[in-house]
C-alpha cells in the first residue's frame, strides 16, 4: 500500500520505522489490517483497501488512455513504482509497453508493506524492494527512466526530499520522466457547458469526450457540492487529513512543485479532468438542445488557444456511466476506510455514523443524488528531467 510521508518525518528519528515494524508492518484496528505506528497513513492495508486503490489505478488509466500521460524521449529501460501495492500499475504498464515492442523492461516496486505478488510469474522483469519511504531511497544515481507515484497521501513532490541531495531527479537518468497522479477529496459539483480547458491537445479532449468526462482549466465553473453527504464530508476530510499533515485537494497544488526548479527540470506537463458521479441532470438538457456547439482549437494545431465550448455530446452511455459509478464507488470506499478519523471529526457515536453512512448509501447509489454535478476531480503532472536526446516515445 501507499508509504506514508509527512514533514514531521523528515530529520526526526523517532519516526524512523525500526526492525520489528519492517518485519512485522501491521496491527489490527477497528477490525481492519493497518500499518504499524505509522498514523500519517490513516486507510487499512487489507484486502478491501488493495481492491479499492486497483479499481482507482484502473479507472485513472481508463480515464486518461495510458498507463502514464507523459512523453518520455526513448522508450524506459527502467521504471520506478513508489508505493507500488500490489504492483497493480507496474503490471498493466509492462503488458502496455510489450505490446508497443518494448518487452525488455524492467520494474523496481518499493513499499514499507510487502503485498505486491512476484511478478516474475507473470514475465516481468520484476523487484520488490521494502522500503520506508521516510528513509533516503536506496537507488543508484540516475539509475531510471520512468519514477511514478500514484497514491492518495504523497501530496507533493518535496515530501520525498529527505536531504537537499536526494530529490527524486537525482535518480532520473538525463531525459527521464517523474510522473504523479491524484485525485482531490474534496467534492464540487461541475456546473452546465464546461468550456474546453486551455492548452489542452486534441488527442486528450477526444478521451474526455470518449469517457464522458471534462477538461479542468482556469474557466472551468464549479459550485460547491448539492448533496447534503458529500456536502457534510467535505470538512471532516479535511480536517482529518490537516491532522496528518496531508491535504485534501493536491491537484490544485502540485503543479507548483514540479516548476520550482528549472535548473533540473527542463519541461513539465500535466492534465486535470472532472469525473461526474454519475447520470448528470443539465447532460441530459444539452443533449435535447438543438444547437450544436463545435469545438474550435483556435491554432490549427490541435491545442486549444482560450476557453472554448465543447460539442454537444450524447447521453452517456452504459459503459461510461459505469465508470462514473466505479469512481463513486472508489471515494465511498475511501470514505469507509477513513471511518475512524471521520466519525471523530463529525461528533457523531458510532451508532449515529451507522446510520449516515447507510442512508449516504442508499442516496448515492439507489435515489441518484448526484445528478446535479457532484465529481471527482484527477490529474496527472510529469516533469522532464534536461537531457540531450530529441527522439520521442509517446503513450
Request: contains cysteine; proline residues 8%; neutral net charge.
Amino acid at each position: 500500500m501507499p508509504n506514508p510521508v509527512t514533514e514531521r518525518s523528515v530529520g526526526d528519528l523517532s519516526s524512523r520505522p525500526s526492525k520489528r515494524e519492517m518485519l512485522s508492518p501491521f496491527v489490527y484496528r477497528h477490525g481492519r489490517r493497518s500499518l504499524r505506528d505509522v498514523p500519517a497513513y490513516p486507510l487499512p492495508v487489507d484486502l478491501g483497501e488493495l481492491n479499492r486503490h486497483v479499481l482507482r489505478t484502473l479507472i485513472l488509466m481508463q480515464i486518461f488512455g495510458v498507463p502514464f500521460c507523459s512523453t518520455l524521449n526513448v522508450p524506459p529501460k527502467k521504471v520506478l513504482e513508489l508505493a507500488c501495492g500490489s504492483a497493480f500499475w507496474s503490471s498493466t504498464c509492462h503488458q502496455y509497453l510489450k505490446q508497443q515492442g518494448h518487452a525488455n523492461v524492467s520494474f523496481t516496486g518499493v513499499d514499507i508493506a510487502p503485498v505486491a505478488p512476484d511478478l516474475k510469474k507473470h514475465g516481468v522483469n520484476w523487484r520488490f524492494i521494502q522500503h520506508d519511504l521516510r528513509l533516503p531511497l536506496p537507488f543508484e544515481d540516475e539509475e531510471f527512466d520512468l519514477i511514478f507515484v500514484n497514491n492518495e497521501f504523497i501530496s507533493t513532490v518535496e515530501e520525498l526530499h529527505f536531504d537537499p541531495d536526494a530529490s527524486l531527479a537525482r535518480f532520473l537518468k538525463p531525459g527521464g520522466v517523474v510522473e504523479v497522479w491524484k485525485t482531490d477529496l474534496q467534492f464540487r459539483c461541475l456546473l452546465p457547458s464546461p468550456p474546453i480547458a486551455v492548452g489542452t491537445p486534441d488527442k486528450v479532449v477526444e478521451q474526455a469526450e470518449k469517457t464522458a468526462t471534462y477538461t479542468i482549466g482556469a474557466g472551468t465553473p464549479f459550485a460547491k457540492a448539492q448533496n447534503s453527504y458529500l456536502r457534510d464530508c467535505n470538512p471532516w476530510i479535511e480536517k482529518a487529513l490537516g491532522r496528518i499533515d496531508s491535504t485534501a485537494t493536491p491537484c490544485a497544488l502540485i503543479d507548483f512543485n514540479f516548476s520550482s526548479d528549472p535548473d533540473v527540470f527542463g519541461e513539465t506537463g500535466g492534465r486535470r479532468l472532472a469525473v461526474p458521479f454519475g447520470t448528470v441532470r443539465w447532460e441530459n438538457e444539452d443533449a435535447g438542445n438543438k444547437r450544436s456547439n463545435i469545438r474550435d482549437t483556435g491554432n490549427g494545431k490541435g491545442v486549444a488557444t482560450a476557453p472554448t465550448v465543447a460539442k454537444q455530446r450524447p447521453p452517456p452511455t452504459p459503459d461510461q456511466l459505469s465508470l462514473r459509478r466505479t469512481a463513486l464507488n472508489v471515494i465511498l470506499g475511501f470514505i469507509e476506510g477513513m471511518e475512524p478519523l471521520l466519525i471523530k471529526e463529525s461528533g457523531k457515536t458510532q451508532v449515529e455514523w451507522d446510520k449516515w453512512w447507510a442512508a449516504m448509501n442508499v442516496d448515492l447509489l439507489e435515489k441518484d443524488g448526484v445528478f446535479n454535478g457532484e465529481c471527482l476531480e484527477i490529474g496527472a503532472w510529469w516533469a522532464r528531467k534536461k537531457q540531450r536526446s530529441w527522439v520521442q516515445f509517446s503513450a
